[in-house]
Structures are given as structure tokens and as C-alpha cells.
């Protein structure tokens, strides 16, 4: 039972991790330093699915699954809602490639209205770098 909780978080962790790296960007607006816990997230999330590498946590869930003398992802809640999120049916290597520039897209949209936000606010408080302060 622990063995089969412990997958059931990894994949949980998992569906977290693949959501923080394609909306994680987002945060951003909220607290500007997480833009640099996002940006490595985001950039290895992307390139695990571009490249075609297993993510880490994939093989440890597997082998909690099978520590806990299960076969597949069936039995329970979370499985039968998150594996298809995580894992979805017909993902092919151009499907993943598509997936990882989804991700690289979304969050370029993403940043790129982020220092547009940043950029308005600079010129209206006059500190921005064309701010003419001073100037007679």
C-alpha cells in the first residue's frame, strides 16, 4: 500500500511539474524572482520532450508500481484521471516535438507580455531607461 501512495504522489508531482512548466510563467506577474525557478523548469521540460528522453520521474513511478505488485496504472483515482493527462494515447515522437514547442510558445507569449507589463510600468513612473529626468 505505501509503495502504490508513493507512485500515486510521484505522478501527482509529475502532473504539477508538467503544469508549473507550461503556465509556471505566470507566476511571474505574482512574484517576480519565481521567473527564475520557472525559466530552468520550463527550458527541461521542453527539451525532455523535444529530445524524446524519459522524464525521471516516469521510471521512478513505474518502479514504485511495481514495488507495490501492480501491473499498469489501474485501480485508482488519480491514475484513472491524470494518466491520460500525463501520458495520453497516440503520443508519437512528432506530437512530442509539437508538445515541447507548445510549451516553448506558450510561455514566450507568456513572458513576452510580462516585460511588455514591465516595460508600461517603467515609462509611467519615469524610472525607465529613456526616462528624460533632469533633462533642460
Not at 508549473?20 to 521542453?46: C, D, K, Q, S
Not at 491524470?82 to 495520453?88: D, G, M, S
Not at 514547442?101 to 510561455?107: F, K, P, Q, S, T
Request: charged share 10%.
Amino acid at each position: 500500500m505505501i509503495w502504490s501512495l508513493a507512485a500515486d504522489l510521484v505522478l501527482v508531482v509529475h502532473g504539477l511539474f508538467i503544469l508549473y512548466a507550461v503556465l509556471g510563467g505566470l507566476l511571474g506577474f505574482w512574484r517576480r524572482w519565481l521567473i527564475w525557478l520557472h525559466l530552468p523548469a520550463m527550458a527541461w521540460a521542453a527539451l525532455v520532450v523535444i529530445m524524446g528522453w524519459p522524464c525521471p520521474l516516469t521510471p521512478l513511478e513505474i518502479h514504485l508500481r511495481e514495488l507495490a505488485g501492480e501491473a499498469g496504472y489501474s485501480g485508482s483515482f488519480l491514475e484513472h484521471y491524470l494518466i491520460q493527462l500525463i501520458y495520453p494515447p497516440g503520443l508519437t515522437r512528432p506530437v512530442q516535438i509539437l508538445l515541447g514547442l507548445g510549451v516553448l510558445a506558450i510561455n514566450l507569449l507568456i513572458y513576452g507580455l510580462f516585460w511588455r507589463k514591465r516595460g508600461r510600468a517603467k515609462g509611467a513612473s519615469g524610472t525607465g531607461r529613456f526616462s528624460h529626468r533632469g533633462s533642460s
